[in-house]
């Protein structure tokens, strides 16, 4: 019997630093290992002692590319714990502040990180000599995106107006009508991206998943909802470290979500498309039905699609937002003074967020728990590999080792989240 | 010239390129700053003829080294182990294909001690920083005088019109 390793030691196109292994022996595979080296546990030690108020700007750090969805379920979780509601104009706005960032991300994974995998080049610097079109496209519509979140949130990078009780700042109607034009580009950009994503080439790969979103009682899921999946879960979100646990592996820093019982399973677009299609606005609906994209859909490598039809959702929210619109009569509502414990979980680009806080009556934290959506997706992208991969047997290494990373890329890994470096090889022309 | 910090706080020494950000600001010198990612970057150089950009850097350096790399990017390797999925080199290749390199550009990066998480910055990290912050500052002043008709030569350290 022959065997087989497959090994990268650096991921790429994902955020963060992570690697991967695969041992086989004939057509099994007998050993997978998805290994992250930076977890966010060091947050939640950082964040003892602290005054909650801090929480939201100090996790929006974790990443780099959702920081948005960082200081929403910190601001939802502590307004939990603190019984507070906001009034429905501050409701909208953080909906379409979260809209924004799933602009960005997804334009980002979508035409630069996920494309150059269906179109057989190395990366979006070499896709961009031949498509410079579609690299274009999606600089506007990050662009687009971060002109949300730069308005809402005071600037682009690590906004800083959203806190617990509403906003230090609010727009007003005049300045959001603005953005109006150009997310009517980008809808029309994310309506065309359907289209092309969809004849893209996929590989026949199809699992049994159990998938796991936020629903809410009339809209796609960002900011509420019960835990929901596809195998009868559903629950309150301050349950859900009754039904979901964290084990450690040798192998990885992070550590593996399972729900109790059961085992993996999926978060993202594509258990947010499955388990709310009836959810999505009609204009997202129709593009979905017109590429043959209906509920479920078990491919995680046409999930390139269903990112390019939350693009639609999300420019479509926004639009609806923008014209639906009135100043909040005051930009922060009261905070009481108190002790309390609060969860709450938002929906990152990349899936479920999920964020507990304890403090005391000063507001200082005694505990943090915070698990992202990749931590969430890890042994599931494991279990994906193992199966894939013996799907791969007598391809070339080459290949063979491109197509595992692509699997992994389906998930849209945000590993480190925001840490970022160069390596340098120094130039002796110095 | 448009300066660009590039860092992320809470980081240790990732977030050097904020440090020299926040000493520039002090001496009234205008930076932009940015996450370091590809896509923030091209849109921080968009227009600018001439970008300076302040980074922090892994290279087996001694912490707190200031390196410069002038113009040519050949010597940044663009490979995977950025964190970032897309970082400052390949912000500046991509900006390259599309035709939107600044006419000059100039990197300092900041030797790092650790990347680690929650983990504050270096104290060589923090003495680097000052320098580098007052080297830009320095350098920008420069410009100021050639803008106003002077030129200053640094081998006879004097100023002629």
Same mark, same amino acid.
């Given at each position: 019997?022959?065997?087989?390793?497959?090994?990268?030691?650096?991921?790429?196109? +994902?955020?963060?630093?992570?690697?991967?292994? %695969?041992?086989?022996?004939?057509?099994?595979?007998?050993? +997978?290992?998805?290994?992250?080296?930076?977890?966010?546990? !060091?947050?939640?030690?950082?964040? #003892?002692? &602290?005054?909650?108020?801090?929480?939201?700007?100090?996790?929006?750090?974790?990443?780099?590319?959702?920081?948005?969805?960082?200081?929403?379920?910190?601001?939802?979780? %502590?307004?939990?714990?603190?019984?507070?509601?906001?009034?429905?104009?501050?409701?909208?706005?953080?909906?379409?502040?979260?809209?924004?960032?799933?602009?960005?991300?997804?334009?980002?994974?979508?035409?630069?990180?996920?494309?150059?995998?269906?179109?057989?080049?190395?990366? $979006?610097?070499?896709?961009?000599?031949?498509? &410079?079109?579609?690299?274009?496209?999606?600089?506007?519509?990050?662009?687009?995106?971060?002109?949300?979140?730069?308005?809402?949130?005071?600037?682009?990078?690590?906004?800083?107006?959203?806190?617990?009780?509403? !906003?230090?700042?609010?727009?007003?109607?005049?300045?959001?009508? =603005?953005?109006?034009?150009?997310?009517?580009?980008?809808?029309?950009?994310?309506?065309?991206?359907?289209?092309?994503?969809? =004849?893209?080439? !996929?590989?026949? !790969?199809?699992?049994?998943?159990?998938?796991?979103?936020?629903?809410?009682?009339?809209?796609?899921?960002?900011?509420?909802? #019960?835990?929901?999946?596809? #195998?009868?879960?559903?629950?309150? $979100?301050?349950?859900?470290?009754?039904?979901?646990?964290?084990?450690?592996?040798?192998?990885?820093?992070?550590?593996?979500?399972?729900?109790?019982?059961?085992?993996?399973?999926? +978060?993202?677009?594509?258990?947010?498309?499955?388990?709310?299609?009836?959810?999505?606005?009609?204009?997202?609906?129709?593009?979905?039905?017109? +590429?043959?994209?209906?509920?479920?859909?078990?491919?995680?490598?046409?999930?390139?699609? $269903?990112?390019?039809?939350?693009?639609?959702?999300?420019?479509?929210?926004?639009? &609806?937002?923008?014209?639906?619109?009135?100043?909040?009569?005051?930009?922060?509502?009261?905070?009481?003074?108190?002790?309390?414990?609060?969860?709450? %979980?938002?929906?990152?680009?990349?899936? %479920?967020?999920?964020?507990?806080?304890?403090?005391?009556?000063?507001?200082?934290?005694?505990?943090?728990?915070?698990?992202?959506?990749?931590?969430?997706?890890? =042994?599931?992208?494991?279990?994906?590999?193992?199966?894939?991969?013996?799907?791969?047997?007598?391809?070339?290494?080459?290949?063979?080792?491109?197509?595992?990373?692509?699997?992994?890329?389906?998930?849209?890994?945000?590993?480190?989240?925001?840490?970022?470096?160069?390596?340098?090889?120094?130039? =002796?022309?110095? | 010239?448009?300066?660009?910090?590039?860092?992320?706080?809470?980081? *240790?020494?990732?977030?050097?390129?904020?440090?020299?950000?926040?000493?520039?600001?002090?001496?009234?010198?205008?930076?932009?700053?940015?996450?370091?990612?590809?896509?923030?970057?091209?849109?921080?150089?968009?227009?600018?003829?001439?970008?300076?950009?302040?980074?922090?850097?892994?290279?087996?350096?001694?912490?707190?080294?200031?390196?410069?790399?002038?113009? *040519?990017?050949?010597? /940044?390797?663009?490979?995977?182990?950025?964190?970032?999925? @897309?970082?400052?080199?390949?912000?500046?290749?991509?900006?390259?294909?599309?035709?939107?390199?600044?006419?000059?550009?100039?990197?300092?990066?900041?030797?790092?001690?650790?990347?680690?998480?929650?983990?504050?910055?270096?104290?060589?990290?923090?003495?680097?920083?000052?320098?580098?912050?007052?080297?830009?500052?320095?350098?920008?002043? @420069?410009?100021?005088?050639?803008?106003?008709?002077?030129?200053?030569?640094?081998?006879?350290?004097? /100023?002629?019109?």
């Amino acid at each position: 019997m022959t065997g087989r390793t497959i090994r990268v030691d650096t991921l790429a196109r +994902v955020e963060g630093e992570g690697s991967l292994y %695969i041992k086989m022996s004939g057509d099994r595979v007998s050993d +997978v290992r998805l290994k992250i080296y930076e977890p966010p546990r !060091f947050f939640e030690a950082f964040l #003892r002692g &602290r005054h909650y108020s801090e929480a939201p700007d100090i996790t929006s750090r974790i990443c780099g590319i959702c920081p948005i969805a960082y200081q929403m379920s910190a601001i939802h979780a %502590i307004e939990r714990a603190l019984d507070i509601h906001v009034e429905p104009a501050i409701r909208l706005l953080r909906r379409l502040f979260y809209c924004g960032e799933w602009v960005e991300s997804h334009a980002l994974h979508v035409f630069m990180l996920h494309a150059p995998d269906f179109l057989g080049y190395p990366d $979006v610097i070499a896709m961009a000599a031949d498509h &410079r079109e579609l690299v274009e496209k999606a600089l506007r519509l990050k662009k687009i995106g971060n002109g949300i979140v730069s308005l809402i949130g005071g600037r682009e990078i690590h906004p800083i107006s959203a806190t617990v009780g509403g !906003f230090y700042k609010v727009p007003s109607k005049c300045d959001l009508e =603005k953005l109006t034009a150009d997310l009517e580009w980008a809808l029309q950009a994310s309506l065309e991206a359907v289209e092309w994503t969809s =004849k893209l080439d !996929f590989p026949k !790969f199809e699992q049994d998943y159990e998938f796991v979103a936020l629903r809410h009682p009339d809209e796609y899921p960002l900011n509420e909802g #019960r835990l929901v999946s596809n #195998r009868g879960l559903n629950i309150d $979100v301050a349950e859900y470290e009754d039904h979901f646990t964290e084990l450690h592996v040798k192998h990885s820093n992070a550590l593996h979500s399972i729900v109790r019982g059961r085992g993996s399973y999926l +978060v993202g677009p594509l258990a947010r498309f499955n388990l709310n299609f009836d959810r999505l606005p009609p204009a997202a609906q129709e593009s979905a039905k017109g +590429v043959q994209l209906t509920p479920p859909v078990l491919n995680p490598f046409r999930g390139i699609v $269903v990112r390019a039809v939350e693009l639609v959702f999300a420019c479509a929210e926004a639009l &609806r937002i923008l014209r639906e619109y009135e100043l909040p009569s005051a930009p922060i509502c009261d905070i009481p003074t108190r002790a309390g414990i609060g969860q709450a %979980i938002t929906e990152a680009p990349r899936g %479920i967020l999920y964020h507990r806080y304890a403090f005391d009556d000063r507001g200082l934290i005694l505990s943090a728990k915070i698990v992202p959506p990749t931590s969430q997706n890890q =042994k599931r992208i494991e279990d994906d590999l193992r199966e894939y991969a013996s799907h791969l047997v007598g391809w070339p290494q080459q290949e063979a080792t491109w197509k595992c990373e692509q699997a992994i890329r389906n998930y849209d890994p945000c590993i480190s989240c925001a840490t970022h470096f160069l390596t340098l090889t120094p130039n =002796k022309e110095r | 010239m448009r300066i660009i910090c590039c860092g992320t706080r809470y980081r *240790g020494d990732d977030g050097a390129g904020l440090i020299v950000a926040e000493r520039l600001g002090q001496v009234g010198v205008e930076v932009a700053t940015s996450t370091g990612g590809a896509t923030d970057l091209l849109e921080a150089m968009n227009g600018a003829q001439e970008v300076l950009v302040v980074d922090a850097v892994i290279s087996g350096a001694p912490a707190g080294t200031i390196h410069e790399w002038r113009n *040519g990017m050949a010597e /940044f390797q663009r490979n995977s182990s950025t964190s970032h999925a @897309l970082g400052v080199p390949e912000g500046i290749a991509l900006a390259r294909v599309l035709g939107r390199l600044p006419a000059r550009i100039h990197i300092y990066s900041i030797e790092a001690k650790t990347f680690e998480v929650g983990s504050e910055d270096s104290a060589e990290v923090r003495r680097a920083a000052d320098d580098l912050a007052y080297r830009i500052a320095d350098l920008v002043s @420069l410009r100021s005088l050639e803008i106003r008709g002077l030129r200053y030569s640094a081998d006879q350290s004097s /100023f002629s019109t």
